[in-house]
């Protein structure tokens, strides 16, 4: 059984990075067959893709290019999130998720609240 673990702090301050980290167990972050993804559902909006990682590199969303980094750490079996410079509008609960190719979502993390406040 796949399972996704967000973890990382529940609060950061403006202008500060949010750094979030996906532990995956059950299946390797390396294989081939699924993109590795961070989505975020702000409070009162839909889910918003923020990007992804695979073996062939990392894709993040426009919106948020020049201030998301994505990585991994494939020792470990985790991927990460970081967005700088973050606001108060940055506050929503983020998703690590499993992209089966050609398929659909199949696994998700159960969500991680974020709020951006000093």
């Known amino acids: 059984q796949v399972r996704l673990q967000e973890s990382g702090p529940g609060l950061v301050k403006p202008s500060q990075t949010l750094s979030l980290t996906c532990t995956v167990s059950g299946g390797s972050i390396t294989d081939s067959d699924y993109l590795w993804t961070w989505i975020r559902q702000c409070p009162g909006k839909g889910l918003e893709w923020m990007g992804v990682?695979?073996?062939?590199?990392?894709y993040s969303s426009p919106s948020h290019k020049s201030r998301t980094s994505i990585s991994w750490d494939t020792a470990q079996n985790q991927f990460s999130l970081q967005l700088y410079s973050v606001t108060p509008e940055d506050t929503a609960v983020y998703f690590c998720?499993?992209?089966?190719?050609?398929?659909?979502?199949?696994?998700w993390g159960q969500g991680t609240q974020v709020t951006v406040s000093s």
């Open positions: 990682i695979e073996r062939g590199g990392t």
């Open positions: 998720a499993r992209f089966y190719i050609d398929h659909a979502y199949d696994y």
